[in-house]
């Protein structure tokens, strides 16, 4: 008896230790070492090598914590590059989307594949983007397949953690029993969207495995729970109750915030910090095509400074008239942080939030608006941004962010930009 199947199939394509495989596609001499990238500030580990993993490090574990264990076993430390994983993430994707006609990027290093109507074997069309993908973009992908994105988020769990599967598993292509005694070795907190909370009820259910919860009822667990859980026992028993988003909604806000790499005392600092997360936020919102109609600041100090005195306050600043103009922003930014800045603390984070949002070709105009500084405004913006995306993050910016940015997070250990800036491409010696 064959597993129940629909007409519905996808891959869920995940690249492996992402950020990691980003770094040793430009440096070599990484792969077979150890390596971990840290956080804003190079503060925890968001990323970790197998090298590492074997260790026992765990996602999130501070850099001081695993010094001793680093010098230990020369585990080498990088910063986030997130312009260089980005781009990459880029090329892949879009490497990716010349195997299906439909598409949804889920994250940063992941996306589902619709493999509806497919005729050849799907665990060999798996091995064949695996090996385009490592080859044209030198990232290494595990792929799942199944006929539900639940299914096939497990799917690449099981290619991931299991090597018999060598990187791709279509659970579609197992009978029932063979399914269920993979199901039956799964633990229940690994399916897509169970949390720590929902596995601890669930635990208490006596449902600890993945094919407990598949044979669960129901009508039990959309009373005891939701909805929502109830689609994902569908999903497991190979249900598709989630088509695929191949085009991203936009965002409903739009936030930019970080925790600075120094203690921030004055306020000419802490303009310059808002006036930069202000700039990135508001080219994140022409990206999408929108407009905001307020934008919303807060500072803060380091709760985990207890000895220091704390202050946290943040405030709406609702705009006259819905823009993504990057120098109204700014303004707007830079007046609600004068209202809220206190001297005689030692602020360690900043941030601003997009707010209202809504599609830039139908703004609500005021009664008396300028229509003629309106064009110019917007055509600055599309100079500003097409300059810097062509020569480069930052060749144009604002005076009000600053020049030194002292405040700026550490990138103490940062590789080049080794894709996207004409001065840090790689070197070839021969």
């Known amino acids: 008896m064959t597993n129940v199947k629909q007409n519905t199939s996808f891959a869920l394509v995940d690249g492996?230790?992402?950020y990691v495989s980003c770094e040793r596609v430009f440096n070599p001499g990484l792969e077979g070492k150890p390596v971990v990238v840290l956080s804003n500030n190079d503060g925890c580990a968001v990323a970790r090598s197998a090298e590492v993993k074997a260790l026992g490090v765990k996602m999130a574990t501070p850099w001081f914590q695993m010094k001793a264990l680093a010098r230990q076993?020369?585990?080498?430390?990088?910063?986030?590059?997130?312009?260089?994983?980005?781009?990459?993430?880029?090329?892949?994707?879009?490497?990716?989307?010349?195997?299906?006609?439909?598409?949804?990027?889920?994250?940063?290093?992941?996306?589902?594949?619709?493999?509806?109507?497919?005729?050849?074997?799907?665990?060999?069309?798996?091995?064949?983007?695996?090996?385009?993908?490592?080859?044209?973009?030198?990232?290494p992908v595990c792929v799942g397949i199944a006929p539900s994105k639940t299914l096939a988020k497990l799917a690449n769990h099981v290619a991931k953690k299991q090597p018999a599967w060598n990187g791709v598993c279509d659970l579609g292509s197992l009978r029932?029993?063979?399914?269920?005694?993979?199901?039956?070795?799964?633990?229940?907190?690994?399916?897509?969207?169970?949390?720590?909370?929902?596995?601890?009820?669930?635990?208490?259910?006596?449902?600890?495995?993945v094919l407990a919860l598949k044979e669960a009822d129901t009508a039990l667990i959309r009373r005891r729970f939701s909805v929502v859980l109830e689609r994902t026992v569908l999903e497991l028993r190979g249900i598709s109750c989630m088509g695929l988003e191949e085009i991203?909604?936009?965002?409903?806000?739009?936030?930019?915030?970080?925790?600075?790499?120094?203690?921030?005392?004055?306020?000419?600092?802490?303009?310059?910090?808002?006036?930069?997360?202000?700039?990135?936020?508001?080219?994140?919102?022409?990206?999408?095509?929108?407009?905001?109609?307020?934008?919303?600041?807060?500072?803060?100090?380091?709760?985990?400074?207890?000895?220091?005195?704390?202050?946290?306050?943040?405030?709406t600043i609702p705009l006259p008239e819905a823009s993504d103009d990057t120098l109204k922003l700014i303004c707007a930014a830079q007046?609600?942080?004068?209202?809220?800045?206190?001297?005689?603390?030692?602020?360690?984070?900043?941030?601003?939030?997009?707010?209202?949002?809504?599609?830039?070709?139908?703004?609500?105009?005021?009664?008396?608006?300028?229509?003629?500084?309106?064009?110019?405004?917007?055509?600055?913006?599309?100079?500003?941004?097409?300059?810097?995306?062509?020569?480069?993050?930052?060749?144009l910016f604002m005076a009000s962010s600053g020049i030194e940015k002292g405040w700026r997070m550490k990138q103490g250990n940062k590789s080049p930009c080794y894709t996207t800036s004409w001065g840090e491409l790689a070197q070839v010696c021969c």
Request: glycine share 10%; proline share 3%; with cysteine.
């Open 73 to 139: 076993h020369g585990i080498i430390a990088l910063s986030s590059n997130y312009t260089l994983y980005a781009d990459m993430s880029n090329r892949m994707m879009s490497l990716l989307r010349q195997f299906s006609p439909r598409q949804e990027i889920y994250s940063i290093d992941e996306c589902f594949l619709g493999l509806d109507g497919f005729k050849q074997d799907l665990t060999t069309y798996g091995q064949e983007i695996r090996q385009q993908v490592r080859q044209w973009i030198g990232i």
């Open 248 to 315: 991203a909604p936009n965002k409903q806000q739009i936030v930019c915030s970080r925790s600075f790499g120094q203690a921030v005392l004055h306020l000419v600092e802490l303009r310059e910090a808002v006036s930069s997360y202000a700039t990135r936020a508001a080219e994140k919102l022409r990206r999408q095509s929108s407009v905001a109609g307020a934008i919303h600041v807060f500072i803060a100090t380091s709760p985990f400074r207890e000895k220091d005195p704390q202050y946290s306050q943040g405030i």
């Open 176 to 209: 029932e029993s063979e399914l269920n005694e993979l199901l039956g070795g799964i633990e229940a907190g690994e399916v897509w969207g169970v949390g720590r909370r929902l596995r601890e009820q669930l635990a208490a259910m006596n449902i600890h495995t």
């Open 335 to 395: 007046w609600g942080l004068k209202q809220i800045y206190r001297p005689g603390y030692r602020y360690a984070k900043a941030g601003v939030m997009l707010m209202e949002l809504g599609p830039a070709g139908r703004r609500q105009h005021m009664l008396f608006s300028d229509e003629g500084a309106e064009n110019r405004s917007a055509r600055l913006m599309q100079v500003l941004d097409g300059i810097n995306r062509k020569m480069g993050k930052d060749t």
């Open 16 to 18: 492996n230790n992402f």
